[in-house]
């Protein structure tokens, strides 16, 4: 986490809002806060969202579709934390965090 911390901390001044309304999922940066807010709500953004939930088929399963070996259904992607935290809930979330990181360092 230190090295996330650190990231959030730095930033940008060649990106837009000097890098710090950043959306994940659709890797793209806003002049301000209430412009991501906006984008979070908007269509394209939740898009998106329902196309990052589809499972990502792996070249051997393109293979095996296509009659080069025995097709199995793919399982339901795993993802390490849920995409709805990737927005602006998530960035109060980092804040709690540093400053409990900041609490226990004291």
């Known amino acids: 986490t230190p090295n996330l911390v650190k990231q959030l901390e730095r930033k940008d001044v060649d990106k837009v809002g000097k890098g710090e309304h950043y959306c994940l999922p659709c890797d793209r940066y806003f002049m301000n806060g ?11 953004h939740k898009k998106r969202l329902k196309l990052l939930l589809e499972p990502q088929y792996s070249q051997s399963e393109a293979d095996a579709a296509g009659g080069l070996g025995s097709y199995q259904a793919p399982d339901v992607p795993v993802y390490p934390m849920q995409l709805n935290l990737m927005t602006t809930q998530h960035r109060d979330e980092v804040n709690e965090l540093q400053s409990q990181l900041k609490d226990s360092a004291a």
Request: glycine share 0%; charged share 55%; aromatic share 0%.
């Open 34 to 44: 209430n412009d991501l807010e906006k984008h979070e709500r908007s269509k394209p």
